[in-house]
């Protein structure tokens, strides 16, 4: 089945100790992406990447690193979480382009004390 | 820069009855328009978009939208909702050539029995 696969779904942690929240895909889409979504807000992009090894920042991408090893993978690490990171992250794929859309994971509900 | 207004936060209505949800969008260049679903606890999943051609979508589960260039809107309708339709709506917007997506606040559809 194609999907976007994230881990974990759930995360508590304290404030300060780094984290890291996964995420995979087996469609070999070339674009990914990582949103926060807050009420009221909407989801915003925090960082993108258009192929292996090319990331570029999002619109919120202050306190967040990406990487990208391998086509497959991106995953999302916070050094130094601190509350105002509390959130619903996820990450989505596309074909590129967009007349495909995107394919997004099932989210990762994360809070910081 | 592109900008996505979605107009009413939320919009309780009754079962059976019609439903529009509002999308407003900025943009100086060509886009590419999308409804987004966000069942429950869930990811978001595509629910129509519009690329080129006829201006009246049709999408999953009998919702339709209607882009109208002139008043740079994107209204997502169903003649009929059902329970089962409670879930959050988010409208977004793509600039042609680019693997961006700009999201709107988001519209929570309440129906009631």
């Known amino acids: 089945e194609a999907q976007v696969t994230q881990n974990p779904r759930y995360l508590i942690t304290v404030t300060g100790k780094k984290l890291t929240v996964t995420c995979s895909q087996n469609m070999n889409h070339e674009y990914m992406s990582w949103y926060r979504q807050d009420p009221g807000l909407g989801l915003r992009q925090i960082y993108y990447?258009?192929?292996?090894?090319?990331?570029d920042k999002g619109d919120v991408p202050e306190g967040y690193k990406v990487s990208r090893k391998e086509k497959r993978n991106f995953p999302l690490i916070l050094e130094s979480p601190s509350p105002n990171q509390t959130s619903l992250y996820f990450c989505?794929?596309?074909?590129?382009?967009?007349?495909?859309?995107?394919?997004f994971g099932s989210g990762t509900r994360l809070t910081v004390v | 820069a592109q900008s996505v207004t979605q107009l009413d936060s939320q919009v309780p209505v009754f079962e059976e009855a019609p439903v529009e949800l509002r999308c407003n969008y900025s943009s100086s260049v060509s886009v590419y328009l999308f409804w987004y679903v966000q069942y429950p606890n869930q990811g978001l999943q595509l629910l129509l978009k519009y690329l080129s051609g006829s201006t009246l979508v049709k999408g999953i589960n009998g919702f339709e939208a209607e882009f109208n260039k002139s008043q740079t809107s994107f209204h997502l309708r169903k003649p009929s909702v059902h329970i089962s339709d409670t879930a959050e709506y988010f409208c977004a917007v793509s600039p042609f050539d680019t693997d961006k997506l700009i999201f709107g606040t988001g519209t929570r559809l309440q129906v009631f029995p």
């Open positions: 990447s258009m192929n292996v090894e090319v990331t």
């Open positions: 989505a794929s596309s074909q590129g382009r967009m007349t495909y859309g995107y394919t």
